[in-house]
Each structure stands twice: as structure tokens, then as C-alpha cells.
């Protein structure tokens, strides 16, 4: 039996990587505007927060992000997917969205994603990831990562 578990688990930071690296041109529908916020910068659209429950604890912030995934994104993932898996790339061609689950540790400016979840068009979960003790990375700037950065750490200080 060929291992692919450990190859296709890391599908899952990979695609991170892919959604929040490329600004979103286009997307469709966007989430409740009760519930979630655009970050608010010209690179994060598509990207959005969930102003409501956000949790802070010391100096780090677990808040959960959305992300609407355009055709590119989805066509690199399935495209990834495939090599490994040709059955969950198939369930992949109708991806629409993700939330994320984000640590952000505000004094050392540094973020990792703990929980994943992904969902079809129909708004079914494809999957869904937990990572808690993943390893933490700089938040680059000019991302929807920093966009985030600025509204729960920064703006929450003044």
C-alpha cells in the first residue's frame, strides 16, 4: 500500500500558502457583512474576518478568517491534489471558500493557522485540517495576513 497520507496532509499548508500569498481579482457571493469584515486592503479582497468572536488572550489573537477562492486558486489545488489523490480532486472542482482558525501573536507579529475548513459551492465541507502546534511564521508584509494583523492587533490597542 503506497503512503500518500503524509503527501496529501501537506496539501493543506500548501494551499494556505496559495490563498493567502495571491491577491483575489474576482470572487462570487461575499459572507454576511454581520459577521464578517473585509480586511480592507486593495491585496486581501476576497479575504475577510469574523468581527464578532474574536478571542485574545495575553498578547496573541485567535480570530476566524474567510476566504473566497478564485478559478486559479482552485485549479493549482485540484491540480496538486491530483497528483496525489485522483478521488479528493474530483470532490475539489467545485471548492467556493475557506475559514481559517488564525493565531496571530500581536507583540511578535508572527501568525499560524490552527483549524481549516473547506467548503464546496453548495456550502457542503470538502475537509477539514486542525494543526495546533504547527510552527508560527512572520507576517509578511503587504498580505491579507498583515491586513488582519491591523485590524485585531493594531486597531484593537487604540
Same mark, same amino acid.
Given at each position: 500500500?503506497?503512503?500518500i497520507?503524509?503527501v496529501v496532509?501537506? $496539501?493543506?499548508?500548501?494551499?494556505?500558502? *496559495?490563498?493567502?500569498? /495571491?491577491?483575489?481579482?474576482? /470572487?462570487?457571493?461575499?459572507?454576511?457583512?454581520?459577521v464578517?469584515?473585509?480586511?480592507?486592503?486593495?491585496? =486581501?479582497?476576497?479575504?475577510?474576518?469574523?468581527k *464578532?468572536?474574536?478571542i485574545?488572550?495575553s #498578547?496573541i489573537?485567535?480570530?476566524?478568517? !474567510?476566504h473566497?477562492?478564485?478559478?486559479?486558486?482552485r485549479?493549482k489545488?485540484?491540480?496538486?491534489?491530483?497528483?496525489?489523490?485522483f478521488?479528493?480532486?474530483?470532490?475539489?472542482?467545485?471548492?467556493d471558500? #475557506?475559514?481559517?482558525?488564525?493565531?496571530?501573536?500581536?507583540?511578535?507579529?508572527?501568525?499560524?493557522?490552527?483549524? $481549516?475548513? !473547506? !467548503?464546496d459551492?453548495?456550502?457542503k465541507?470538502?475537509?477539514?485540517? =486542525?494543526?495546533k502546534?504547527?510552527?508560527?511564521e512572520?507576517?509578511?508584509?503587504?498580505?491579507?495576513?498583515?491586513?488582519? !494583523?491591523e485590524k485585531?492587533?493594531v486597531?484593537q490597542?487604540h
Open positions: 500500500m503506497k503512503k497520507g503524509p496532509s501537506l $496539501f493543506i499548508p500548501v494551499l494556505f500558502l *496559495i490563498v493567502f500569498s /495571491f491577491p483575489p481579482i474576482c /470572487f462570487s457571493e461575499q459572507p454576511d457583512p454581520k464578517w469584515e473585509p480586511l480592507g486592503t486593495t491585496s =486581501s479582497g476576497g479575504h475577510y474576518f469574523n *464578532i468572536n474574536i485574545k488572550s #498578547n489573537v485567535s480570530v476566524w478568517t !474567510y473566497i477562492v478564485k478559478d486559479d486558486e485549479k489545488g485540484v491540480e496538486l491534489i491530483k497528483k496525489y489523490d478521488k479528493k480532486s474530483i470532490k475539489f472542482q467545485n471548492y471558500h #475557506n475559514v481559517i482558525l488564525m493565531e496571530i501573536d500581536c507583540k511578535k507579529r508572527l501568525y499560524r493557522g490552527e483549524k $481549516f475548513i !473547506y !467548503y459551492n453548495m456550502g465541507v470538502l475537509e477539514s485540517d =486542525s494543526y502546534n504547527s510552527k508560527r512572520t507576517i509578511q508584509p503587504d498580505t491579507p495576513i498583515e491586513g488582519l !494583523y485585531v492587533c486597531t490597542r
